[in-house]
């Protein structure tokens, strides 16, 4: 057996074509290859949208809504969200306007949540992905917020069942493997 391989490198090595494919070519190529994708797990990384939060009273009234904002922001693996507190909304538009957040997230007086972004720069880019982000976070809350009003009116003993509000409240998976 290893008199057959020496015969073939032998060949291989005699004949410069043969050289290049079998040889030179594969080796520069997988070479090449590494060299691309590198750098491919970090450029996957997500970093945590930068969120201004206004921590008035309205906001430390609203325990539900609060509770759900901290438990994004903890850090962690899946820390979605970096939370900066600001005591007043002006504060918070001003860190906006300079760039230092992503979107403001603040409590109206009736206890609905507000979420006001920065303008979209047009394109896909870090902000903008932010800013999906965090509409994606406020639609949910308000959502299932309501769904849980709405079920707590029509039926204040389905929420007895804490495996039965979860259910409700998960979203399943929309396509199943076959």
Do not use: C
Request: net charge negative.
């Amino acid at each position: 057996m290893f008199n057959v391989f020496k015969g073939a490198l032998m060949v291989l090595t005699r004949k410069r074509e043969l050289f290049i494919w079998s040889l030179a070519f594969p080796i520069l190529l997988s070479t090449m290859f590494m060299l691309m994708f590198a750098n491919l797990d970090d450029a996957t990384a997500f970093d945590p949208v930068a969120t201004a939060v206004v921590a008035d009273a309205h906001y430390d009234e609203a325990t539900a809504f609060s509770s759900v904002i901290d438990e994004l922001g903890e850090e962690g693996d899946d820390q979605l969200l970096d939370i900066r507190t600001f005591a007043t909304v002006d504060e918070a538009r001003n860190a906006l306007t300079a760039g230092e957040v992503i979107g403001i997230v603040s409590v109206e007086a009736d206890g609905t949540p507000k979420l006001a972004v920065s303008p979209d720069s047009g394109g896909l880019g870090v902000e903008q992905i932010g800013r999906t982000i965090l509409d994606t976070v406020m639609n949910t809350y308000v959502r299932n917020a309501d769904l849980l009003a709405s079920v707590a009116a029509d039926n204040p003993l389905a929420l007895a069942d804490p495996d039965l509000v979860e259910e409700a409240l998960t979203h399943g998976n929309a396509t199943v493997q076959v």
